[in-house]
């Protein structure tokens, strides 16, 4: 995250994943535990300026959470079914890591930091360290800070924007 070509290296490599394919992201969190919000903090910027190529599920007024998550898993099957599916969430790790935004191929299995069984979901997965795993998962969350979190998901928007602008300027 402190890079300062961090949001253009994550653009091109969502830009090399999407390439001219519908993109829903789905931002998974809540508000209610400041570690949790990066998903729902990505969604909200994303709304903001939301390009015609990308549908977003997940922000802070409408968060996708373990309560939902798979009422969310269900209907984009349905309605988005030849579309892309980026999935984001917070996560905990080693002290080392923390800081670090991840693109990874394959689903994304929320939950597992907090030893919760959740349904997976997407083609690939953004993952944002956000604090130190490994004992009372729940407090840590609950005491992580939130300039770190917001950094982290201004890196991220700008970099999903960017790589969905760049498609669509492709598309042309």
């Known amino acids: 995250m402190d890079d300062p070509l961090a949001a253009e290296t994550l653009a091109l490599s969502i830009a090399r994943i999407t390439q001219e394919r519908h993109l829903v992201v789905v931002c998974v969190g809540t508000d209610r535990s400041t570690g949790d919000s990066l998903g729902p903090l990505i969604g909200t910027g994303l ?23 798979e009422n969310f898993v269900t209907k984009i099957k349905s309605k988005h079914q030849d579309s892309l599916v980026l999935a984001i969430d917070a996560c905990l790790g080693k002290s080392e890591n923390v800081g670090y935004i991840s693109l990874k191929t394959g689903p994304l299995k929320p939950g597992t930091g907090v030893n919760k069984a959740l349904p997976e979901i997407g083609d690939f997965h953004i993952i944002g360290v956000v604090n130190v795993g490994g004992m009372m998962e729940y ?15 201004e890196i991220i928007i700008k970099g999903l924007l960017m790589s969905v602008r760049d498609v669509s300027v492709h598309r042309a």
């Open 47 to 69: 709304l903001k300026h939301l390009p015609p190529n990308i549908t977003v599920y997940g922000c802070l007024d409408e968060p996708v959470h373990a309560l939902n998550l």
């Open 139 to 153: 407090f840590v969350l609950q005491n992580t800070r939130l300039s770190l979190v917001i950094r982290m998901s």
